[in-house]
């Protein structure tokens, strides 16, 4: 999961690289390096630690040089240090890669026996030391010879001091898109490192090969097929990938999601028929509606909104459905029989549990639904049809407006189909109406960000939390106590209310913060009893309310309000005092809120 680039133009690269690498920090950020080619030969400069430390490195010992690779690293193999820091490289060769080899340790073996030595334990020293071993002059070709040996996921950079013009660039698993820009070339993990430069972009597939030239660019198959390729438009701006005037990117986003979730909705809501519009499943809603069974599959936050998912196309739509953690579909003999649906859900679209679970579904005959946010990512491009998010670029590590993207965007299928099953149109007229109203009720839930941030201060120190809910908040629960741990590093559990007398309860002592989903509902009675079984035993409730619940008031050491709204649709709702409370958690902690420590956005390897 780490980032990295190259650049080729006609001027110095090494500061476009650290810009590019800024951008891409989100995907590691435990050590960092950029080689250039000066005079015929690699120059590089590593350093541990985050990228400011490159920087200082840069400073003191400037590199110059219109070609140039770099690389911001979430470790695998070897400690984060500079000696494990890319780009790793051999006299002639350097390269900088995301992803693992799997077979790297038969690569040492064989290559050691060839008389290499290495200085670092990681595995993609091994690629460089294979592509010098088979370079005779060509350096693409070097590129292809070495990669028949290897095993495993990668996306790679290679420069080579004999080629002071060329780039080559390979994939199979780890994304790489090639920003076309004027008198220069930004090969990169994610459009984000590229949008400064240009917004012309060329999406490389698993098993290309691609060699660049100031001049220009080929690519061609592992097996040396050209491959034509079309240059295609990033829909998102610079602006949006920026902090905005917040301090922390995961702010920002918490406060976007008014904005960015009538994106989602926009074209797709229709307010004056109360219906809903889904372009991108036109072609196969027939299918859909008469899907036997469907299986939502997808990773972290995504697994959550799943869930979600889950509750609704059962309650709303009738459908059977199921959800299951990609990691563990992709090898549980999964049954996929004919009339079965996979949704697939990822905010990256490049998450390689999820990816692999959507091929595992593919290859069982299921038809595959991508419910995505990165415009052209890999399970965007493999999935047969797909609904994307519009939520704009998510940089914080911790998944925010992706999660109540990926939740309206759930819930708007659901929708759709439940009017084409048995739906009527007074009760869509009230869904649709409701949906329509989340934005400025989010709005409404930020504006008491102050008084959220006094309960978070107040229970900091505590390093055990529970997250409570029933229902449809049973999943807001799980997202919760998720949130408080990513960023906060405080243990937090989330369970269904009714589980702790089954356990859990046992864990309840004098203090103990117990955040509950306590809105109006079917199974609002139940809760209330919960509530007072952990109030009993000395534990704090925190509690998330419908607004004009003076009741909850009586018995929660703190309540925070959100507008009452149907109950399928809480889950938008009651997410958001959630997320601030994590996200004031751990500011209070001195965390670092956006690249929490052992984390990285998009988790592109198994
Ligand atoms: C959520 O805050 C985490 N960053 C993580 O759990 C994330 O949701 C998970 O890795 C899935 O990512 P995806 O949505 O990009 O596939």
């Known amino acids: 999961m780490c980032g990295i680039i190259g650049i080729i133009g006609t001027r110095d690269v090494a500061g476009h690289i650290v810009e590019g690498l800024k951008r891409l920090e989100y995907r590691g950020y435990d050590s960092a390096g950029v080689a250039t080619l000066v005079d015929g030969r690699i120059e590089r400069r590593r350093a541990e630690g985050k990228l400011v430390n490159l920087e200082t490195r840069l400073r003191e010992q400037p590199l110059p040089g219109v070609i140039g690779i770099g690389h911001t690293r979430w470790a695998t193999h070897g400690v984060p240090n ?26 040492r073996t064989y290559l050691k026996q060839k008389g290499v030595s290495f200085t670092s334990d990681t595995d993609t020293e091994t690629i460089a030391h294979l592509i010098a071993l088979h370079y005779k002059d060509n350096l693409e070709a070097a590129v292809r010879a070495a990669l028949q040996d290897v095993q495993g996921t990668y996306g790679i950079v290679a420069v080579c001091a004999k ?21 220069e070339y930004v090969i990169a993990s994610d459009a984000a490192a590229i949008l400064e430069h240009t917004s012309q972009v060329i999406y490389m597939e698993d098993n290309e090969i691609a060699r660049i030239t100031a001049d220009g660019f080929r690519t061609t198959t592992l097996d040396a097929v050209p491959v034509t390729k079309d240059v295609e438009e990033v829909e998102w701006t610079l602006d949006q990938i920026e902090l905005g005037g917040h301090e922390y990117f995961m702010e920002k986003e918490i406060f976007e999601q008014p904005k960015v979730l009538e994106t989602c909705l926009r074209g797709r809501l229709d307010l004056r028929d109360h219906c809903i519009h889904l372009g991108g499943i036109v072609d196969c809603a027939r299918e859909l509606v008469r899907a036997q069974r469907v299986v939502l599959t997808g990773c972290g936050t995504a697994w959550h909104a799943a869930l979600v998912g889950e509750y609704l196309l059962e309650d709303l739509a009738r459908i059977p459905a199921e959800t299951d953690y990609a990691s563990e579909f992709r090898y549980r003999n999964p049954i996929i029989d004919a009339g079965t649906v996979v949704i697939v859900v990822s905010q990256s679209g490049e998450t390689s549990d999820t990816l692999a679970a959507l091929q595992e579904a593919k290859q069982r005959g299921a038809m595959v639904l991508g419910v995505v946010n990165v415009v052209g990512s890999s399970i965007a491009r493999e999935t047969d049809h797909g609904i994307y998010l519009h939520v704009g670029p998510e940089t914080g590590v911790a998944s925010t ?27 869509m007229n009230n869904y649709v109406t409701a949906l329509g109203r989340i934005p400025g009720q989010i709005d409404a839930i930020l504006e008491q960000n102050a008084s959220v941030r006094t309960i978070a201060e107040r229970y900091m120190d505590q390093n055990n939390w529970l997250y409570l809910g029933r229902g449809y908040n049973y999943p807001v629960a799980l997202e919760g106590a998720l949130k408080l741990k990513e960023i906060s590093y405080i243990h937090a559990e989330g369970l269904p209310a009714a589980e702790m007398k089954h356990g859990p309860i046992a864990l309840i002592h004098e203090g103990m913060p117990v955040v509950f989903i306590a809105t109006k509902g079917t199974q609002y009675g139940k809760i209330i009893s919960n509530v007072e079984e952990v109030r009993s035993r000395g534990g704090h409730v925190i509690a998330v309310a419908t607004e004009g619940d003076r009741d909850i008031a009586e018995l929660a050491e703190h309540v925070i309000y959100v507008p009452d709204t149907l109950e399928p649709l809480q889950p938008l709702l009651t997410t958001i005092p959630l997320q601030l409370l994590a996200f004031h958690a751990a500011v209070a902690r001195g965390c670092n809120v956006d690249k929490p420590r052992n984390l990285a956005k998009s988790v592109t390897v198994e």
């Open 82 to 107: 500079e000696t494990n820091a890319h780009p790793h490289a051999t006299d002639r060769v350097a390269v900088v890669h995301n992803g693992i080899i799997e077979n790297y340790s038969a690569l």
């Open 163 to 183: 080629e002071p013009g060329t780039l080559v660039a390979a994939r199979n698993g780890s994304p790489l898109i090639i920003g076309v820009g004027r008198d």
């Open 401 to 427: 407006k992706a999660f109540t993207g990926q939740v309206t965007v759930l819930t708007l299928l659901t929708l759709y189909l439940a009017r084409r099953r048995h739906m009527s149109q007074r009760s």
